[in-house]
């Protein structure tokens, strides 16, 4: 089995920021790519930022430029630095990975994390 576990959200004041933490455990022999998500109240889950194994990543419009999206394989964790947030960017983050283990690959997920953005 494998867990991914989120931690760093909170509330933070409009122009503030936010480190997000994702951290892998359990029965893995590879992580690929790995991936944040964000679901807003009333809203589906949507892509915010992805990265590979080899560090190549993408963004959603929105984040471009405020956001960065890192990982540290040694430790297999995967970070969000949330720079300049905006009252638009509150939900709760999930991080999901694709893990290979010794039953195959499998997408992961992580429990969440709130992050609320409001003076």
């Known amino acids: 089995q494998v867990q991914l576990v989120e931690s760093g959200g909170g509330l933070v004041q409009p122009g503030g920021s936010l480190r997000l933490s994702c951290a892998a455990s359990?029965?893995?022999?590879?992580?690929?790519?790995m991936r944040w998500y964000c679901q807003a109240p009333g809203n589906q889950r949507e892509l915010v930022a992805s990265?590979?194994?080899?560090?190549?990543?993408t963004y959603e419009d929105s984040v471009k430029g405020r956001f960065t999206i890192s990982r540290d394989n040694a430790k297999n964790t995967v970070y969000l630095q949330m720079n300049t947030l905006k009252p638009e960017d509150t939900g709760v983050y999930y991080c999901?990975?694709?893990?290979?283990?010794?039953?195959?690959?499998?997408?992961?997920w992580g429990q969440g994390t709130q992050v609320t953005v409001s003076s």
């Open positions: 359990g029965s893995i022999r590879s992580i690929y790519d």
């Open positions: 990265i590979t194994s080899g560090g190549s990543t």
């Open positions: 999901n990975a694709d893990v290979a283990n010794r039953d195959g690959t499998g997408r992961y």
